[in-house]
């Protein structure tokens, strides 16, 4: 089911046609070399993937199942579709597979403390788990604004141990918190790791992370098979900054598959509320590397929403860019009520609360499949689980009473 080849690699300046690369300060500059070579190392290194294997198995729950949804597909009219599971992941969500994967990086190369930065505090909490397995210290870095608005994974990170620092820069979201915890590691990355929670930052990290995530795609490939006796027609998964997507769709990208990536259209793409790097940005410069990102003509980093704060990101990982320009990758956008519709809908029609994030997914996955014949199949990355969302839902809700 897994094979640890490195598809598609970047060049050497860790570019991906031309997205990409590594735009840090000079200090950092020799950090990401030993990292680089660390992860190339570890790679290399059967003991290591050996472990990394028995973590995701024993302890995230590796493999997820991949679960035909008969009745919605039987619902809609279109398309079989199809749910890899991310959500029954420990921790509820994808993030735990990079996780895992870094922590154990930072172990061998002798690291003592973990930073890592969160938005919603899904990567915080992430990180916070597997910083308390290995008996290691976590900062994270949270946007005040996000401390307030997430409280309960405020409360679960300092349960499992960390230490939250507030971020008061900038819009006090996620944006701030990862430049706080690059100047953080620039002072101290002679003890400690940043763990990046996405397929962005500097090189190697979108190539390391999305490495840590191909056992998405790697599994979803061969379940498919073997439960359909077939590969999915179309894989459609959401974008944050793109590791989930990167995860499920990398190992199926040299079949003759479809790949499509949501991005949030929040209110909707003629305002500045919402999240659609891709199809609403343009290339520049944003946490060390080159990609699309949203700003305005001052060249400043627009100020970004959607729903779920897990997609609030003015960026998106570089090799979803190069992936998009190339053509290999398919763009649609979902606002926040047709997330909500895709969430009850799930919730109704399957038993399955979904993450908002993956309710993106979803409700472009359900418009897709109409278009589809029933003999086909769609094959949907569930990336979360839907209880961290259940007070926005409940407020929405209750707003649209009133
Ligand atoms: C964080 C998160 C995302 C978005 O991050 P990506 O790096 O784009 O995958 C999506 N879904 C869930 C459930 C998340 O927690």
């Known amino acids: 089911m897994y094979d640890f080849e490195i598809r598609h690699p970047p060049d050497a300046g860790g570019h991906f046609n031309g997205f990409g690369g590594k735009y ?13 070579a660390a992860f190339y190392a570890s790679w290399e290194d059967p003991e290591f993937q050996a472990e990394r294997l028995r973590l995701l198995q024993q302890y995230a729950g590796r493999p997820t199942p991949l679960y035909h949804a008969r009745r919605l597909s039987e619902e809609i009219g279109g398309a079989q579709i199809v749910l890899k599971r991310e959500d029954l992941a ?8 990079n ?16 930073i890592a930065e969160t938005g919603a505090g899904q990567h915080g909490v992430a990180s916070a788990t597997v910083a308390a397995m290995f008996d290691m210290q976590c900062d994270v870095y949270m946007g005040r604004e996000d401390m307030r608005r997430q409280a309960p994974n405020v409360f679960r990170m300092e349960l499992l141990g960390a230490r939250v ?9 996620l944006k701030d918190a990862l430049n706080e915890a690059l100047r953080d590691w620039v002072a101290s990355c002679e003890n400690t790791f940043y763990i990046i929670g996405t397929v962005a930052g500097p090189h190697p990290y979108p190539l390391m992370v999305r490495q840590y995530h191909v056992v998405i795609g790697q ?29 499920l769709l990398h190992p199926l990208r040299d079949d003759d598959i479809r790949l499509v990536a949501v991005e949030p259209a929040g209110y909707g793409l003629d305002g500045d509320d919402h999240a659609a790097s891709l199809a609403a940005g343009r290339p520049g410069i944003l946490h060390g590397n080159l990609t699309y990102l949203l700003e305005d003509d001052e060249g400043q980093i627009k100020g970004t929403h959607s ?20 053509g290999r990758l398919e763009l649609e956008t979902a606002d926040d009520n047709e997330a909500l519709q895709a969430f009850s809908r799930l919730s109704l029609c399957e038993g ?6 993956s309710s993106h997914a979803l ?14 199949m769609l094959l949907v990355n569930l990336s979360g689980r839907g209880d961290k969302d259940l007070d926005t839902v409940m407020q929405k809700t209750k707003e649209d009473a009133t």
Request: net charge neutral; aromatic share 2%; proline share 6%.
């Open 363 to 376: 409700a472009a996955a359900m418009r897709l499949a109409a278009k589809m014949k029933p003999e086909q």
């Open 90 to 97: 420990h921790t509820g969500a994808h993030k735990i597979n």
């Open 24 to 36: 840090a300060a000079e200090t950092l500059m020799g950090p990401l070399a030993e990292l680089e």
């Open 219 to 247: 599994e979803a490939r061969a379940q498919s098979l073997e439960q359909f006796g077939r590969l999915p027609d179309m894989a459609i998964a959401c974008v944050g900054g793109g590791s989930n997507a990167m995860g």
């Open 307 to 326: 729903i779920s704060a897990g997609l609030d990101y003015p960026g998106v990982g570089p090799e979803l860019a190069a992936m998009y320009e190339a």
């Open 165 to 173: 620092i507030p971020v008061d820069s900038g819009t006090a979201t």
């Open 99 to 114: 996780t895992i994967g870094q922590a154990l990086l930072a172990k061998r190369m002798g690291k003592k403390r973990v």
């Open 352 to 357: 399955i609360l979904p993450a908002l994030e």
